[in-house]
């Protein structure tokens, strides 16, 4: 098969939000051709060229190469969003801050999809913003609802001192964006020019930001600006223009078309918001017809380059995962299964995905999912059940313990406190807390990383928290006791220097518990120390006195290292 029979042109339409293959040809110049006659023809909202490339071993790459949206068809069509929050802002940066363009993203969503923008665009570009502000009356509906919602989130009646500040906001807006277009910029070759021609400026984060616009606005498709930010990205010396990167990045991933144009064909809504929460953990694996983008977008990700973009994508999940939406839409039979699959993906021994919010909108469906059978559960019995389908303890506490700072969590603070102290207490044998198959190692730093978390969960009371961290610590001795570990690392065949290395390594190795149990293990460490001419039977192991002298110095700087009492060992 030749390398031209395996690339083909999509022609694309909008139709009610999602994109529809109108017609196929083989040559770009014919397909663009065809789209251009279909934006004339003014039937569709918007139109695309997707170039498809099959690959030798069947996968497929795709990429926009053309896209035009009808601006005369939609005028009349643009409405605001309904949005039920809006961040306040204290100061003119603050309408630059995540929570605010994501504000502007719901409100103005069509608007924006129209005109291929993103929330940063829209604020440094003159044209776009006079062009909103000429569609009516709409500038100014905006700025009521997010006023009032404003005034009530701060419990003011009267919302029109809130209205008066973004009315000032928006004309700043409108000064700064007029006096940089003023300059007549051109646009950045490179991330690298961008900031060179910025660092002259009074607000050198602003015309950054305002530069890389610029540049965005000459890609007219989300994947195209999205292709030009990742080749920014890999620019040497990247590091100062970071922030920006990872800001229009996050605007990008705020339209819901967006996102599932980069993670591809997803079973059902479930199978999307775990695909959605791995790429914001740096750990996607591309699925059928994703964006060719996505490798690349995981990399950022997985490098901790894309805070903000990161945030958004987790709300995003936590807001689908707490709606009402079917998880499993087309067999509605599997929605109880389909739940607890996500369940295990979002939760685990160390993380609760997307953190307390993610914790309630789990308690949230659980309720929901627990209930369609007709019987009515309450919070804490939807909890009760969520709690036991997790895997083991150590993931069970931890779910527990995200929870308890949340409002839902303080709203059930007496029920949640009840399941943690009675999980904790039947969990008496390591087993119950970490699968058997784990490593040694791996048990024992799991279940002090849930002491740890147990003892600095403010949300609970300090003495529950004492007597709950005892009681993990307990398991922890009877594990070191019942399973002869400290006996397991004393390999009788090995130099008593080895050996003795070994043990008081283990001991400072941060895998036990400051309490009972790292008390007992120095113990046992202590007493095999003090068997008769220890220091006698240690050098015996070197070649000469010079080498184990220097030997013995560096155990006993060991021993203070790994918290013990060297002279007393000495003395001994």
Known sequence: ??????????????????????????????????????????????????????????????????????????????????????????????????????????????????????PTEFMHDSRAMKRFGDQGSLLFSALDRIASLQARALGERDPAPRKLFLERGWTELRHRARDFAALRPHPPADLASALTEAAGDLDPSYGVRARLTLALLERRGWLSKLDLLLGWAEEPNVEPGGEAIDTVVADLVMPSQMVQDLI??????????????????????????????????????????????????????????????????????????VFQRLLGRMVGRERVAGSGAMAEALVRRATRVLSAGGASLSTAEALQTLIGALADGCTQVSFLLTLAPTPTGQTMAAALTDLLERKIAQADHIDQWCPPALPPRERMAALKATHQRLSGCLALAESCRHDLADRIDRVMMRYLASDAVIERLDTPDDPLAARAIRLVKFCGSGLLIEGRSLDFARARVISYLRQPQFEEKFRTGYGDNTQADRALRAFYRLLIESGFDSGRSRSS
């Not at 029979?5 to 051709?33: M, N, P, T, Y």
């Not at 934006?39 to 795709?62: F, I, K, M, P, W």
């Not at 950022?300 to 805070?307: D, E, S, V, W, Y």
């Not at 936590?318 to 009402?324: F, I």
Request: hydrophobic share 40%; with cysteine; proline share 5%.
């Open 1 to 118: 098969m030749g390398a031209s029979s395996r690339v083909s042109f999509e022609v694309q339409v909008l139709s009610r939000g999602h994109w529809v293959i109108a017609e196929l040809a083989g040559d770009e110049a014919k397909a663009v051709a065809l789209a251009e006659g279909l934006v004339r023809a003014g039937q569709h909202s918007a139109v695309r060229v997707v170039r498809d490339y099959e690959r030798l071993n069947g996968t497929h790459s795709e990429n926009v190469v053309f896209e035009r949206r009808n601006d005369d068809r939609n005028d009349q069509d643009i409405t605001l969003s309904p949005i039920s929050e809006a961040p306040l802002c204290a100061c003119f940066d603050d309408f630059f801050l995540p929570a605010a363009r994501l504000t502007i993203a719901r409100l103005l969503r069509k608007y924006l999809d129209q005109a291929t923008l993103t």
């Open 264 to 337: 591809g064909f997803q079973p059902n809504l479930a199978g999307a918001v775990g695909q959605i929460v791995d790429l914001a953990e740096g750990c996607a694996t591309p699925s059928r017809f994703a964006a060719t983008a996505l490798p690349d977008l995981n990399r950022l990700f997985a490098a901790g380059r894309l805070p903000q973009a990161q945030s958004i994508l987790l709300d995003r999940a936590v807001r689908e995962v707490g709606g009402a939406n079917p998880l499993s839409r087309h067999d509605p039979t599997q929605e109880y299964e």
